[in-house]
């Protein structure tokens, strides 16, 4: 029996209704705990930090340390390269996520450093109604001087655990920042992970990774 224009409305819109009624319950929830997730690793940060007592070498070791296990630091740097991860031989590879991660302690660990005094709290959650196993957080990080800066922690959920995507800061993305960088430089260079690498190493040992 075909429905009638009304009865098929009724239906779209009963449909509609439900879906929205039982996919947040899920949302929320994974929602939330990415909120608790962000907090307790700055929580768990600053007070590792704070226990180094100014011993810049053991701060290096236990911010690594929690890099490693709080952010998706090898999904990130295939990312960051694109197509050239596929071109790019195992060595160049390993190579690569080495020196990228010695990008993001010297990028993230004064940050954190810094939220030992600075207010940090989370604004809002927004889960990702297309992938739920994403939730974005937003936080407020109190600055020295005028407003407070918005963080935005792109969080991924997997079996219960969670991990950092990306960070946007003023509306800056980590991913789609070095990204840009990256992929034109290697597009310049013929693809050579391995240049990139010795570049990035350069600047590393400039500290030009270092939050201005």
Do not use: C
């Not at 407070?148 to 959920?157: F, G, I, N, T």
């Amino acid at each position: 029996m075909l429905l009638s224009k009304r009865q098929l409305l009724s239906v779209l819109a009963a449909t509609t209704l439900l879906a929205q009624a039982l996919l947040p319950v899920h949302s929320a929830s994974a929602a939330g705990d990415a909120a608790a997730f962000v907090v307790a690793l700055k929580d768990d940060a600053v007070k590792q930090l704070s226990e180094a007592n100014g011993d810049e070498a053991l701060k290096e070791q236990r911010f690594r340390k929690l890099l490693n296990n709080n952010f998706e630091v090898e999904d990130i740097g295939k990312f960051v390269i694109g197509r050239y991860w596929r071109k790019a031989s195992a060595a160049d590879r390993d190579e690569f996520l080495k020196v990228f991660e010695d990008v993001l302690v010297q990028r993230f660990l004064p940050l954190f450093d810094d939220y030992v005094d600075r207010s940090f709290s989370v604004d809002s959650v927004r889960a990702d109604a297309k992938r739920p196993e994403f939730s974005t957080v937003v936080s407020r990080v109190s600055q020295p001087k005028g407003a407070d800066a918005q963080v935005l922690w792109r969080v991924r959920e997997s079996g219960g655990k969670f991990q950092i995507s990306d960070v946007k800061a003023e509306g800056i993305s980590l991913r789609i920042t070095y990204q840009s960088e990256y992929s034109s430089f290697l597009k310049n260079n013929s693809g050579n992970v391995s240049k990139l690498s010795k570049l990035l190493r350069r600047k590393i040992k400039a500290g030009a990774f270092a939050p201005k």
